[in-house]
């Protein structure tokens, strides 16, 4: 019987992007020379596994590519090679490359080999450059102590008992042996217990395996039989060693007389020979070693063939996330009290009176509260560590602090700080940006370090907490800190302000994330402080969130981001205008009061603000914003919702407050259209449609159209 594989691929490609991690942060560690060897080893797995996979899965180009990875990083493994830096930079370029023949699988697409050709070929020099410092010795040693001709290999393997419970099959592995040449299998059965006390799961046979040369397929490479054996190598004893040719009596005697040749006859009188025929449908093709001739069976395999390069890339993503069991096991246990509760009010459905009300009352609180537990744990399962955003800055700062001569330190705190998914995976971007800011404008170079008194390695460091209903994300660094006199002076050239403003320094460094502001000389590849830092803001917002900077001249930069925790719920203030409903998120709400007349006052014959407490914030009328029909004009009447947003406070004038409720949003762009100060929608208890309002857009939008109509209607505030 057949198995389709390709129902496996998206799992193989998921597992091995996992793996290219797993490559790239020992190898980031290996660098940095404080790695041990379990690293190494580790590097080592991640690299044999991807090329495993992808020979089952007939991807040829990366089996092969990542074949030459993994004889480098044997030789590490096995002290045979130093662990230079040259190599691990060729071998960091090596997962750039598999990365896009992964992408190029993904999409079933044809990879551009030239990048993975260019890259290989350095793979291979740093594999000739050692391996010519050791040809001599090598030559001399081969000389004392050559291989006599052999007619084949004898290979004695023994599985350890757990070894049939990593999913490896014995049958398959003779098969694949059977296809090189003429096989004669032996079995031990000494190991076997009595029927009664045998485990099904428990491997309990040796074998010792004769595989000779035939005509027709010509000598077998033993890298080929090691190839077939590399699934289980950590999971039995194999030995492989020659088939001696019965032309050399002098070689075959000495074998005969040894210690291994009699422990090998006494072990024969306890097996039994059987027989493997070659089934090369069933037999799944593995990549040869490196310059061995592939047997014909892999010439046959399915799907081998090149992909047309011509063939259009697929556009539909899958995504896919892994799930703890503690957070399944709640789920179900939630699923579990829903069903008991929902039989209970199905029971008394069925012969109510008025006598159970109060037990009605009480069986639809606790349906409430299933519901709302059971959303909770749901919305659990979404959430994963920020460090699945963080993993990807190691390699950043080691790539960009070596191409601009920088001795930087990557600090990561925080990683198991819980995010929602799509949030994390649209943060990713903006993230970059600012560490790219933060290596290229923030650290100086080693030579400006000593002067200014500091240590020559600057520290680039990314801490992750929750805070309320949101997550902080600071992206800090010790560098040089913003030019404050640079940053008010370019400001002034530009235009943005004037020289008689009195700007307080938090809203100067602001500026720069104004759009086109920035104070660099001149505009490198890495980054342009300044230069696209109105899109970081941009996109940030466009996520409910915001971002400030604070630094010190001399000292360093922070950069503070701020985002909810998921952009599915969000727990609400509704409140009323006329006969309109909106939805105020309620991490946006400082306060809400009745207002006070008196307080009320306007600036320059335009604005309106409100006195609360020592400070002046601007009046928003949402009635005028949103062009609807009040319930009064009365301000004595309204009531003041004191919001944050936008870098600062405002009031927003509504009719009345009504319920909080946690609502789920549903996008307007999705369903209608992009709307400025509208973030989402939601649908009521009542079934009609609520907006959610976007503070920082709403607060924008207001600037843009109430000059005018407060001018207009500056004779409301006194009623």
């Known amino acids: 019987m057949s198995i389709d594989l390709s129902q496996f691929k998206q799992t193989f490609l998921e597992e091995s992007d996992e793996g290219l991690d797993v490559l790239e942060s020992g190898l980031l560690a290996l660098d940095s020379g404080t790695a041990d060897d379990e690293v190494i080893h580790a590097v080592f797995r991640a690299a044999h596994s991807i090329k495993g996979g992808a020979g089952t899965f007939s991807l040829t180009e990366i089996a092969s590519f990542t074949h030459v990875m993994e004889t480098l990083l044997d030789e590490m493994r096995d002290g045979r090679r130093a662990i230079s830096k040259e190599a691990i930079n060729v071998l960091l370029n090596s997962v750039d490359v598999l990365r896009e023949l992964l992408d190029a699988a993904r999409d079933d697409v044809s990879p551009e080999m030239g990048r993975v050709n260019e890259v290989q070929a350095k793979l291979e020099a740093v594999l000739n450059a050692g391996n010519d410092q050791a040809t001599e010795a090598q030559q001399d040693a081969e000389s004392e102590q050559k291989e006599p001709e052999s007619d084949g290999w004898v290979i004695k393997f023994h599985p350890h008992e757990h070894m049939l419970r ?190 159970k009300i109060e037990d009605l009352r009480e069986g639809l609180a606790q349906l409430e509260r299933n519901t709302r537990e059971l959303q909770e744990s749901v919305m659990r399962i979404r959430m994963l560590p920020i460090s699945f955003s963080f993993q990807r800055f190691p390699r950043l700062v080691h790539d960009l602090s070596q191409k601009m001569n920088k001795k930087i330190e990557l600090k990561m705190l925080g990683e198991q700080t819980e995010l929602d998914k799509t949030v994390m995976e649209k943060i990713g971007d903006p993230l970059v940006h600012l560490v790219r800011n933060s290596l290229d404008h923030g650290i100086e170079d080693p030579q400006t370090r000593l002067a200014a008194g500091k240590s020559e390695t600057g520290t680039i460091t990314l801490n992750a907490y929750h805070q309320g209903g949101f997550i902080i994300i600071e992206i800090s660094d010790d560098g040089a800190g913003l030019p404050r006199d640079k940053l008010l002076n370019k400001a002034i050239e530009k235009g943005l302000v004037t020289e008689q403003d009195n700007l307080p320094d938090e809203k100067i460094y602001d500026l720069i994330f104004h759009p086109g502001f920035s104070t660099a000389d001149q505009v490198s590849d890495i980054s342009g402080r300044g230069v696209g830092m109105d899109v970081v803001r941009k996109n940030i917002k466009e996520l409910g969130g915001n971002v400030d900077v604070s630094t010190e001249e001399g000292k360093g930069t922070t950069f503070t981001i701020r985002l909810p925790l998921t952009l599915a719920i969000l727990d609400g203030q509704l409140v009323k205008v006329g006969n309109e409903t909106y939805i105020i998120p309620l991490v946006s709400i400082i306060e809400s009061l009745e207002i006070e007349t008196d307080n009320i006052n306007t600036i320059a014959g335009t604005t309106e603000v409100y006195k609360m407490r020592d400070e002046y914030i601007p009046l928003v009328r949402l009635y005028e914003v949103f062009d609807v029909q009040p319930g009064t004009h009365r301000l004595q009447d309204c009531l003041l919702v004191v919001v944050e947003g936008d870098g600062g406070k405002a009031g927003i004038l509504v009719d009345d407050l009504l319920s909080q409720q946690q609502v789920v949003i549903k996008s307007l762009e999705t369903n209608y259209k992009r709307i400025q100060g509208v973030s989402g929608a939601t649908i009521l208890g009542d079934g009609t449609v609520a907006l959610i309002l976007d503070m920082s857009g709403l607060l924008t939008l207001a600037r843009e159209i109430q000059p005018a109509q407060n001018y207009n209607n500056q004779t409301y505030a006194n009623g």
Request: net charge negative; proline share 5%.
């Open 166 to 355: 990593t999913g490896n099959d014995t049958v398959r592995m003779f098969k694949e042996l059977a296809a090189l040449g003429d096989l004669e299998n032996q079995v031990d059965l000494s190991g076997l217990p009595e029927f009664e006390h045998m485990d099904p799961e428990l491997s309990y046979l040796s074998w010792t395996v004769h595989l000779k040369n035939n005509e027709q397929q010509g000598p077998i490479d033993k890298a080929v039989i090691e190839e077939i054996f590399e699934w289980v190598e950590d999971d039995c004893d194999l030995t492989i060693e020659p088939l001696i040719s019965q032309a050399d009596d002098t070689s075959t005697s000495e074998r005969l007389d040894s210690p291994q040749a009699a422990e090998t006859q006494t072990a024969a009188d306890n097996v039994t020979p059987i027989t493997v025929e070659s089934d090369s449908q069933t037999v799944l093709s593995k990549e040869p070693a490196a310059g061995v001739q592939p047997p014909s069976r892999t010439q046959q395999s399915v799907g081998a063939q090149q992909k047309p390069a011509s063939r259009k890339k697929k556009v539909t993503e899958t995504g896919s996330i892994r799930v703890g069991t503690d957070k399944i096991d709640s789920l179900i246990n939630m699923v579990g009290e829903l069903v008991i509760t929902q039989s209970m009010l199905s029971q008394m459905g069925e012969d109510f009176s008025m006598e």
